[in-house]
């Protein structure tokens, strides 16, 4: 399919502000959907389109969070089996299931998630007391089995559809994880990235998608990741817990819009 230069400057763009915001809080896909579908794109065709494109911006803003991902390897190699087992059942279910299969749940999953963003200090703080009393040490440094299976979780929702996954990334390892936000969210930006590249790589062989869209989104959300890890590395971890409730927000509004 075509695009028309305006068409195509506006999906380069919006790659951009989804690179920019995916590497930040995460929801880039909220942005790059509807503009794709705009173009008239059909939905699995935009989001396969979407999915390969953010590839590089989630590549892009590991590597500004790099110094963040410091004495993680353990953490990030365990959580990724996770996200790359998830996110390709995922890839597999949004080629089976209905598109609007998810429409229902997600709203509620990002509401959910926010909730736990916002109760996360008080409840790591309740955690941390309760094991300093009882002199014990954290028995999963790595979250354990649970965090492993709702990463899992989590990322088959990221490899269908991937809006808003990012919050609900850094809700579950905030809540299970005794460790500071930004370097949860370096974390979540390589988890993403696992995801959408799994996801990608299965939509190669067995789905339809545009290599105009692709590439623009690629090159947008390429450029979006530097812009991100710049400034999100700057805000203190209560603005970055803010920026994520008021981009989770607006994305329930238009989820629930759709």
Request: aromatic content about 6%; proline content about 5%; hydrophobic content about 55%.
């Amino acid at each position: 399919m075509a695009l028309s230069i305006w068409e195509a400057l506006a999906v380069l763009v919006a790659g951009t502000a989804a690179g920019t915001i995916n590497t930040i809080v995460g929801s880039g896909t909220l942005i790059t959907f509807p503009v794709l579908l705009a173009t008239g794109l059909p939905p699995v065709t935009a989001t396969v389109s979407n999915a390969l494109g953010l590839i590089p911006g989630a590549v892009s803003g590991a590597i500004g969070y790099r110094a963040e991902l410091t004495g993680q390897r353990r953490r990030v190699l365990r959580l990724g089996l996770a996200a790359l087992i998830g996110g390709l059942t995922g890839a597999v279910l949004l080629l089976s299931l209905p598109p609007t299969a998810f429409e229902t749940i997600v709203p509620v999953l990002v509401a959910l998630a926010l909730v736990l963003v916002v109760l996360q200090p008080r409840i790591s703080r309740t955690v941390q007391r309760r094991r300093e009393e009882n002199g014990a040490a954290d028995p999963h440094p790595d979250g354990g089995p649970l965090l492993f299976v709702a990463l899992m979780l989590a990322s088959v929702y990221g490899g269908y559809f991937t809006a808003a996954q990012g919050i609900i990334y850094l809700s579950l390892m905030g809540m299970l994880l005794h460790d500071g936000l930004q370097r949860l969210n370096a974390v979540k930006n390589v988890l993403a990235a696992v995801v959408n590249s799994v996801a990608a790589l299965f939509f190669l062989f067995v789905a339809e998608f545009d290599w105009t869209a692709v590439l623009l989104i690629a090159v947008g959300s390429m450029i979006g990741g530097q812009i991100g890890a710049t400034i999100g590395r700057k805000l203190p971890p209560t603005v970055l817990r803010i920026l994520i409730v008021i981009v989770g927000s607006a994305a329930i509004v238009q989820l629930l819009l759709r």
